[in-house]
């Protein structure tokens, strides 16, 4: 069963605390400050597999977590980095934030990786602070908080060539004759119901990959029919073949154009593609009468195609291979104007802070920055305390405070952290 798309939430560790110890040895004539570092948090990292062709392993795996980094010890003693979980997924596969759309990644080679979320830094000892000017620093720091995402997984087919049209218009058949797909058909609609690839092998040695595409109908871009399970795949190819029934069930003049109105309104260039129009079931009566009024109507002329018989089948190959051979690769859809984001893992950007009354005699200090001080900041001696309290006043919170209307006596918040403002 064809998994092609699915939501999961991901966790990276938070880093290790540094530890706050002094050396207690009785054979060292002067002890000092020896707390050591903490361990870096795991991070989440996806790996591209060529041997995986589905998402379905991850329909029940909503949640994938790493583990915290070990605290420092005494003694200089690190802690222990977290081990990053692996994740391997489908060559093929694009990595987007679901809360901002924003593609992370576009898996399309053996080995490509993506770190999704990284783990958190681990916090520095007091051994680190030591210097001429403080012998006895009985300050650390927190390791730096886990980031936690939710992020989209889909598949997108690395085929060459798409086959596309309506349902049973002979896609199936046509990808069987040329490759040895064994993709199902029969004689009702939608017999496919998700994407089959094959690998066409040309007599000048050329080969190329083919897809034959479930069946598209009128609003398949809102959903409708398979709708976007199909329209998804046929993003990688570079060349669309596009199979007009000549059976006499469809009008082949409205069917080409509902196709390709389904193509434009998906909005990813779609319709831009090389398109290789193609009038099958040719052995159909009334068929040659069928394409001449086709082409009149379209102002085109369309390759005859029997797959029964093979009739035409290696001209509309050859073309499809000349056609692939020169034409460049599209970028996906999200993937126009700039690429795939690069990530910046702890970066913090924007103001340090703003300062928010919450109501009389409240305030918070909101920000990226200042925030992420007060979560990497040990307040649980005094010395702690001190330095987060110096670092807000070189920054200017107090000057911001006052010009926000804060009096002596009223509440500041920042994170977990509160104290009294005092002018």
């Known amino acids: 069963m064809l998994t092609d798309r699915c939501i999961i939430e991901v966790r990276s560790g938070k880093g290790g605390d540094g530890a706050i ?55 200089l003693m690190y802690g222990h980095n977290a081990e990053d979980v692996i994740v391997e997924v489908p060559v093929g596969t694009v990595v987007s934030d679901d809360k901002t759309g924003q593609i992370l990644a576009d898996l399309k080679t053996e080995g490509q990786t993506v770190t999704v979320v990284r783990g958190g830094k681990g916090g520095r000892g007091n051994a680190s602070y030591k210097s001429s000017r403080m012998r006895a620093p009985r300050i650390a720091e927190n390791g730096d908080p886990g980031e936690k995402k939710r992020i989209i997984l889909e598949l997108k087919m690395l085929a060459d060539a798409g086959v596309i049209g309506f349902p049973s218009v002979g896609k199936s058949t046509f990808l069987n004759v040329t490759t040895r797909a064994n993709a199902p058909t029969a004689e009702w609609d939608f017999t496919t119901i998700e994407p089959n690839l094959g690998v066409v092998f040309l007599k000048d040695g050329t080969s190329f990959i083919l897809a034959d595409m479930p069946g598209l109908i009128e609003g398949a871009h809102e959903g409708k029919g398979l709708g976007i399970q199909f329209l998804r795949h046929i993003e990688r190819c570079r060349v669309l073949i596009h199979l007009v029934a000549m059976d006499g069930r469809r009008d082949p003049y409205e069917s080409y154009l509902t196709i390709n109105e389904e193509l434009k309104d998906y909005d990813a260039k779609l319709e831009k593609r090389p398109q290789i129009v193609v009038a099958s079931m040719m ?14 109507k379209a102002k085109l002329t369309a390759m005859p195609l029997c797959s029964l018989t093979h009739e035409g089948i290696d001209d509309i190959l050859k073309k499809t291979a000349e056609l692939i051979a020169t034409t460049p690769e599209f970028p996906l859809k999200g993937l126009e104007t700039g690429g795939v984001k690069v990530y910046d893992g702890h970066a913090k950007k924007g103001p340090l802070f703003r300062i928010e009354k919450i109501k009389p005699g409240y305030f918070r200090v909101v920000g990226e920055q200042v925030e992420y001080v007060e979560k990497t900041t040990n307040l649980k001696n005094d010395e702690g305390v001190a330095r987060l309290v110096h670092y807000l006043d070189k920054i200017g919170v107090e000057e911001a405070l006052k010009k926000a209307g804060a009096v002596d006596g009223d509440t500041v918040i920042l994170g977990s952290f509160q104290f009294e403002y005092l002018s």
Do not use: C, M
């Not at 052995?283 to 009149?296: H, I, L, M, T, V």
């Open 283 to 296: 052995d159909s009566e009334g068929a040659a009468e069928r394409k001449a009024a086709f082409e009149k």
């Open 21 to 75: 110890s002094f050396l207690h040895d009785r054979n060292t004539a002067l002890g000092g400050p020896d707390g050591g570092n903490g361990g870096r948090g795991g991070s989440v990292i996806l790996v591209a597999r060529r041997n995986l062709n589905t998402l379905y392993n991850f329909r029940h795996s909503r949640l994938i977590e790493a583990q915290d980094g070990e605290k420092g010890y005494g003694k």
